[in-house]
């Protein structure tokens, strides 16, 4: 029998062709309830030759259970959506609920319109309730679907709306870098990040990071990056030819490509110039030396899952949840005081 034709099998076929009811047929293939051993293989046999694929969320909400949730991915390529897409899978289980899981790549999605079609596919399967691991997707284009099942963004902020959240305090990590490179002594400074229609989350980390370098009386100079790692990475070492004695990334893909850049012409890194990143994710990251930030995918997820389970259980307030977490330091080689 096909895939096909198994999907087609229904509980009523199966209760037919073992001759009980169709609610025998359903406590026998659950195991609940008493019913004899006989009659118990009976049906099963009947499910086996038939090739019935019991439809679990189908079966959940007839049941009234809300196990099944929808989650919206943007990457899973990426070590910052991988882990947390790991992360958010053994909570779940866990937890004891389900994760139906659907993916947009990374190339070209005008206005997030791939990642709201994904959203669809994932009511349209019925889920109670979905999480959304994207920055992507606008606070106004989430809207529409808390009017049908609570939704929760997990690893970006949500400022207003009736949007929960539970995120990466990336203006902490910003602030954080700083503060480290400030510390080392630098006073003259390049930001490389996406702009905010590449990167709402390197939007948010740069302009802290600009804020807190401004503030301590540092001459800053901001570089709009395209969506690529490489993207403008001619024009930071420009401003380091210009005088800047550090270059603050917005992620460690970023911080690699600065890296390969200075390497190739000649800058040594850290003596004529220190350069750090944000995320701490990166395979390999500890023994290249990364100066960066890890952010908290492990505690984002952790709260996520059970922020989710408290909504499907009707145990949340009025107010949207809103929990945000900071990560820690890394402490690389990657960044000292200039002209060391």
């Known amino acids: 029998m096909s895939a096909d034709s198994r999907l087609n099998v229904t509980i009523n076929d199966v209760a037919a062709a073992a001759g009980v009811s169709r ?8 195991g609940e309830g008493r019913i004899a051993e006989q009659t118990r293989q009976r049906i099963l046999e009947a ?4 090739g019935y694929v019991p439809n679990t969320i189908a079966a959940e909400l007839a049941a009234g259970r809300t196990g099944t949730v929808g989650l919206m991915l943007r990457d899973a390529s990426n070590p910052a959506y991988g882990r ?5 899978q053994d909570e779940a289980h866990r937890r ?7 993916t947009v790549g990374i190339g070209a999605d005008r206005q997030g319109a791939k990642q709201v079609d994904a959203l669809h596919r994932l009511l349209g399967m019925r889920v109670a309730g979905l999480i959304v691991a994207t920055g992507g997707v606008s606070t106004a284009q989430l809207e529409p679907f ?3 099942v609570p939704i929760l963004r997990a690893g970006r902020m949500e400022a207003e709306g009736r949007i929960h959240a539970v995120y990466y305090d990336e203006s902490a990590h910003g602030r954080m870098l700083a503060a480290h490179v400030l510390g080392l002594g630098h006073r ?11 990167s709402f989350t390197e939007q948010l980390r740069a302009s802290a990071m600009r804020d807190a370098l401004t503030d301590a009386g540092a001459e800053v100079t901001m570089i709009a990056a ?6 403008n990475v001619a024009d930071a070492l420009e401003a380091v030819r210009a005088g800047a ?3 603050m990334c917005a992620s460690d893909a970023r911080q690699l490509a600065v890296l390969r850049a200075a390497r190739d012409a000649g800058i040594a890194v850290p003596g004529a110039l220190s350069v750090t990143g944000c995320d701490g994710l990166l395979p390999g990251g500890d023994l290249l030396g990364l100066t960066t930030v890890r952010i908290p995918v492990e505690q984002v997820a952790a709260a996520a899952v059970e922020a989710m389970q408290r909504l499907l259980a009707g145990e949340a307030g009025a107010e949207p949840m809103r929990q945000g977490f900071a990560g820690e330091l890394v402490n690389g080689s990657t960044a000292g005081p200039p002209g060391r």
């Open 226 to 231: 395209g969506a690529l790692p490489e993207d």
């Open 23 to 30: 609610a025998t047929a359903t406590r026998a293939l659950k």
């Open 146 to 148: 808390a009017d049908q």
């Open 47 to 50: 499910a086996e030759r038939l």
């Open 245 to 247: 004695t550090a270059v």
């Open 96 to 102: 004891g609920l389900d994760l139906v899981t659907v």
């Open 84 to 88: 947390l897409f790991a992360r958010l």
């Open 188 to 198: 003259r400074v390049a930001v490389l990040a996406g702009g905010p229609d590449v």
